[in-house]
């Protein structure tokens, strides 16, 4: 196999890639002699436009991605990424817009923020909409944030942020950024919150409850309004993670649930391409008491038009520059129009289908730790391979010889060696059936060969990586010289 | 437009496997009174050329695309090689996530470890992240990350970092217990040394400042180094135009701890301020307190070098509420393209892409702030952003400029009363002479 080199690696002094039309203003040397200018960078890399091009094509090459592979990974909704929102999302209108631009003059745009917090406020059943947090978990912050101010402001400072077990470790690090103290609620045997826990812990100085709805086991808390009635009748608000709401769309809404704040992942039911990692949007929706304290500017709608208001006293502040992670959000508003309301219907009808088809299809196979019924996702454990000596990891990078990207690993910390899988609507039976094939192949493999389990994977670009070494030793950058 | 992958009959047999009858089964564990029983009230599905001629009609709403801008200030034009645009839309760069699974991830792993080599050189920094959400979130993670490293509450803000950058950190500091103060600026357009030596003591935690500032001025950052280090403050250097490191002398080298800043200028469109992405870089001896996502080199199981996300017992999914951050995913795929186009420019482009900024900015400045009726306000060097004063105020220039298709700069008074007829204009490569000249031709015909 050809190993890609690091690009500092093909360097040589005096390649071009690129060339800049020639200065058309006068040159002045003395305009530099008074700046403080820096020596070469060093190692920077100096190569041809076809050696950049083949560089990234072939790095591109070694991704497993959605675009060619089956991607169940729990909690992160890997759905199709539908192309033309690409398309829509690089218009030169949008493209070239300088989020300075006079209000007038960019009235596209903001009727397009307008209509996007519209049209999730419809979805969500919430009041009110910032699309400014720029991921999930900036919305958690957003949204505690948001808490906060409403209850300083009724004079009622609290201290404390109650947060299941099976929560995804962005609510307590959000809940605390936010100069929140986090408690735990442990789940019951079914996987859902505890009512009789959450009942001791709801206290007066609790500010919030903060759940994930499906839970992130996949089970629905069918407490929900038993719950919100304990968290309101103390005097605290019930914060909702929108990350699974493709279980959800066109079917219930969590304004309807007693949920007063809530944060969405456009780049999950939304369908907004993951990139790598990112750029989401974390867009936050709340009910009308807390409107007031959403970040600045908010958008809003007269008969002149589409404007900024930034005059918003109670207003948590700003949370990042300008307006949030725009082009995703066109590409979302454009996912949401192609859909329509039946076709985000199906979203969640068809998410559920395919979970539930895949868990019948394995629940025999691996082993499942709670079997309250689930909706878009369900989490397997290695137990019955562990007596052979073969893990959650090992299962995982087997998968990848199947050419499947693995489910979320080791998540939710309740369960041990858990494998989560969410496959989402958009994939065919046949790749669901290719799947549970690999995985009862592999659950056979680990009966009776678990050596093969255990040192994959065998197929990929790279094998297994020493992950402990590089957390003891890591190598964070580049340090060779570059070639004469 | 339905994106299901099912047939009606799979669906049918999907169903008989699960021994069920109807979807609303799968539903049942829900409280049947709050399901909703009515369609959603959004307009009915579009098919893909309704779709596209649907945003192409609100895309007519926005004027200021098609129109020649000198508007700066945190967003800035600069050339896109096309090779950005062609390979960071492969879908292997675009439709997967973080990766977790780094056997199945050395692409994009690859990548970040290259990006990070990348800002490392441009800082002269030891280490950095695999990027931020953007200049002004990454600023408030710095304040929060000085807070960590030193156990003190105060933090001196320059006045000419960027607004929005002191708003955000206002929003991420108030619930912790943390303090802000600003530091003036002189005639010179730079931070106040007497000022800052005044207010910082050894209560504080950081001093941010940055450079070139929001008013496009070089800051001296050698002296202000010395001053803060002076008291064992953390200098922290915001960096929210990085096309000027390709010239001038970088933070690192002039004794910043962290360096933070907006990576935009490196092959991200404008896109209506996002995404773009934060950049963040400082000393290894702070890597345990470091936020964000880190890649690793390593090796596999048959020696092959390969690449992994570290040290995330650092990160909320290993700490929770401990972590040195809430962030989880980085801006993976604007890191991308900040990497293609950092490696495609190499040095030579970079350093030739700053210098005629600084030429076409001060050719502008000097034209400018010759007419009668305007004048240059600050005295220390620009790169490629400044701020001119106008007799009689900006808006009747603006509003002429408008009228001649040109966004002539921003109005400074309503984020500094004390630059009231003032408005900060940015000039960078992908302006030309012609252009430039237009721009100064209009206003001359304001002010006669």
Same mark, same amino acid.
Request: charged share 25%; hydrophobic share 40%; aromatic share 8%.
């Given at each position: ?484 | ?253 002039? !004794?910043?701890?962290? $360096?933070?800043?907006?990576?935009? @200028?490196? /092959? +991200? ?7 773009? &992405? ?114 009689? !105020?900006?808006?009747? $220039?603006?509003?002429?400029?408008? @009228?001649? /298709? +040109? ?7 309503? &984020? ?33």
């Amino acid at each position: 196999m050809i190993r890609e080199p690091l690009i500092f690696e093909i360097s040589a002094r005096g390649k071009r890639a690129f060339v800049l039309p020639k200065l058309d203003v006068p040159e002045d040397k003395d305009l530099l002699k008074g700046l403080p200018l820096r020596d070469e960078i060093r190692g920077f890399p100096e190569v041809s436009e076809v050696e950049v091009v083949r560089h990234f094509t072939r790095l591109s090459q070694t991704n497993y991605c959605v675009d060619t592979t089956f991607y169940p990974l729990g909690s992160c909704t890997m759905k199709y990424s539908p192309k033309v929102n690409e398309k829509v999302a690089a218009m030169e209108s949008f493209l070239f817009s300088h989020p300075y631009a006079p209000e007038e003059l960019v009235q596209g745009n903001l009727e397009i923020l307008k209509t996007t917090e519209d049209m999730l406020g419809e979805i969500t059943g919430m009041d009110a909409f910032t699309l400014q947090p720029s991921a999930g978990a900036q919305g958690e912050l957003v949204g505690m944030m948001i808490i906060r101010a409403f209850l300083e402001k009724r004079g009622d400072a609290r201290q404390v942020v109650l947060i299941p077990d099976s929560a995804h470790g962005t609510n307590p690090s959000s809940a605390h950024i936010c100069g929140y103290r986090v408690e735990e609620i442990k789940s019951n045997e079914k996987g859902t919150i505890d009512l009789a826990s959450l009942d001791r812990a709801m206290t007066e100085r609790v500010a919030a409850l903060m759940i994930t709805n499906p839970n992130t086991l996949g089970i629905f808390e069918s407490d929900i309004l038993k719950i919100a009635e304990i968290v309101h009748a103390r005097g605290g608000l019930l914060y909702m993670d929108g990350a699974n709401l493709n279980a959800l769309v066109g079917r219930f809404r969590p304004g309807d649930m007693g949920v007063d704040v809530i944060h969405l992942n456009l780049h999950k039911t939304f369908s907004t391409p993951h990139g790598g990692g990112g750029p989401g949007a974390g867009p936050v929706g709340v009910k009308k008491e807390l409107a007031a304290h959403l970040p600045i500017p908010v958008i809003v709608k007269s008969e002149q038009g589409y404007a900024l208001n930034f005059d918003l006293p109670l207003s948590v502040g700003r949370v990042r520059s300008f307006f949030g992670n725009f082009l995703v959000i066109v590409k979302a508003l454009a996912y949401v129009l192609s859909l329509g309301p039946e076709g985000l219907k199906e979203v969640a009808d068809v998410a559920v289908l395919n979970a539930n088809y895949i868990r019948k299809s394995l629940e025999n196979v691996y082993h499942l730790k709670y079997t309250t019924s689930t909706l878009h996702e369900c989490v397997f454990s290695d137990k019955f391979q562990k007596e052979h000596g073969v893990q959650n990891i090992d299962i995982a990078k087997r998968l990848i010889d199947f050419g499947v990207h693995p489910p979320t690993m080791s998540f939710p910390l309740i369960v041990p060696g858990a494998l989560m899988i969410e496959p989402t609507e958009t994939e065919s039976k046949r790749d669901l059936d290719t799947f549970i094939e690999a995985m009862k192949k592999i659950a056979r493999e680990a009966a009776e060969m678990p050596a093969v389990v255990k040192t994959a994977p065998h197929t990929s670009y790279v094998r297994r990586l020493d992950e402990t070494t590089a957390a003891r030793n890591p190598i964070l950058r580049w340090e060779g010289k570059i070639k004469e | 437009m339905s994106y299901v992958s099912l047939s009606e009959k799979e669906k049918k047999e999907m169903m008989a496997t699960l021994g069920i009858n109807s979807l609303d089964d799968l539903f049942c564990c829900l409280p049947a009174e709050v399901q909703l029983k009515r369609r959603l009230e959004i307009p009915a599905a579009l098919t893909e050329p309704e779709l596209v001629s649907s945003f192409e009609k609100i895309g007519r709403k926005n004027a200021a695309p098609g129109m020649l801008s000198f508007l700066g200030a945190g967003a800035y034009p600069h050339v896109i090689p096309h090779v950005v645009d062609y390979l960071s839309s492969r879908g292997e760069f675009v439709s997967p996530y973080t990766p977790y699974q780094p056997e199945a991830s050395q692409g994009t792993l690859q990548v970040i470890f290259e990006y990070q080599t990348l800002i490392c050189q441009l800082t002269d920094m030891d280490i950095s992240n695999a990027s931020l959400y953007d200049g002004a979130s990454a600023a408030a993670e710095a304040m929060l990350m000085a807070h960590r490293v030193s156990g003190k509450s105060k933090v001196l803000i320059a006045r000419t970092v960027h607004p929005q950058y002191k708003e955000v950190i206002r929003t991420y500091i108030k619930n912790l217990g943390l303090r802000a103060e600003e530091v003036a600026f002189t005639e010179s357009g730079r931070l106040d040394p007497e000022d800052l030596t005044r207010k910082i003591d050894t209560e504080t935690a950081t001093v941010l400042c940055q450079s070139p500032n929001f008013m496009g001025v070089i800051e001296d950052l050698d002296k202000i180094g010395a001053i803060v280090h002076n008291s064992q403050a953390l200098f922290v250097v915001a960096v929210a135009e990085p096309a000027s490191l390709g010239l001038l002398k970088p933070p690192g080298a002039c !004794g910043a701890d962290i $360096v933070t800043g907006e990576g935009q @200028s490196f /092959g +991200i469109p404008l896109s209506f301020g996002g995404p773009t &992405l934060g950049f963040m870089a400082c000393r290894k001896d702070f890597l345990r307190q470091f936020p964000g996502r880190i890649a690793s080199q390593t090796k596999d199981v048959d020696g092959n070098r390969g690449f992994v996300l570290t040290l995330s017992t650092r990160e909320q999914h290993i700490r929770r509420e401990k972590a040195t951050s809430n962030i989880c995913t980085n801006q993976a795929w604007c890191a991308l393209r900040a990497t293609i186009f950092l490696e495609t420019l190499g040095p030579a482009g970079l350093c030739e892409l700053a210098i005629q900024n600084v030429h076409k900015a001060n050719y502008a400045m000097v034209k400018l702030s010759g007419l009668k009726g305007v004048r240059k306000k600050f005295s220390g060097p620009v790169f490629n952003e400044f701020v001119c004063e106008f007799d009689g !105020g900006w808006e009747r $220039v603006d509003e002429h400029l408008k @009228s001649k /298709g +040109i966004l002539g700069g921003l109005r400074l008074a309503p &984020l500094y009363p004390e630059l009231k007829d003032c408005a900060l204009l940015c000039v960078t490569e992908v302006h030309t002479r012609e252009e430039i000249d237009h721009l100064v031709g209009f206003v001359a015909e304001v002010l006669r």
